[in-house]
Nanobody
Framework: QLQLVESRGGLVQPGGSLRLSCAASGFTLDYSNIAWFRQAPGKEREGVSC????????HYADSVKGRFTISRDIARNTVYLQMNSLKPEDTAVYYC???????????????????????WGQGTQVTVSS
């Protein structure tokens, strides 16, 4: 069974940090472009960050630039999202997504749309509150 499994999120105080992970099961991420999306209550799902197959290219939404870092570990078949200086407006369910091959969801100076990804995690809740 092909699936992406995100780590548990949690409750973090404003200004705090949290690292999310996304592990692939049943397939390799070696040829996938990867992204993190998030969805706050009452809002549409939005792109947060993406990383290319090689890991050489990344892109971030303006709202998280300078605070979030995406990375990938080929050996562990896992992608990470390091979130620092968290704000209450970062509260959302976070999803990782992967493309089925390297020519879909290209992460080059833009965040690909939802429909460009083929595999999705189940989502993990991140709440930033004092």
């Amino acid at each position: 069974q092909l699936q992406l499994v995100e780590s548990r999120g949690g409750l973090v105080q404003p200004g705090g940090s949290l690292r999310l992970s996304c592990a692939a099961s049943g397939f390799t991420l070696d040829y996938s472009n990867i992204a993190w999306f998030r969805q706050a209550p009452g809002k549409e799902r939005e792109g947060v960050s993406c990383i290319s197959v090689s890991g050489d290219s990344t892109h971030y939404a303006d709202s998280v630039k300078g605070r979030f870092t995406i990375s990938r570990d080929i050996a562990r078949n896992t992608v990470y999202l390091q979130m620092n200086s968290l704000k209450p407006e970062d509260t959302a369910v976070y999803y990782c997504a992967a493309s089925s091959h390297d020519l879909r969801a290209l992460c080059v100076r833009r965040l690909p749309g939802l429909d460009e990804y083929d595999y999705w995690g189940q989502g993990t809740q991140v709440t930033v509150s004092s």
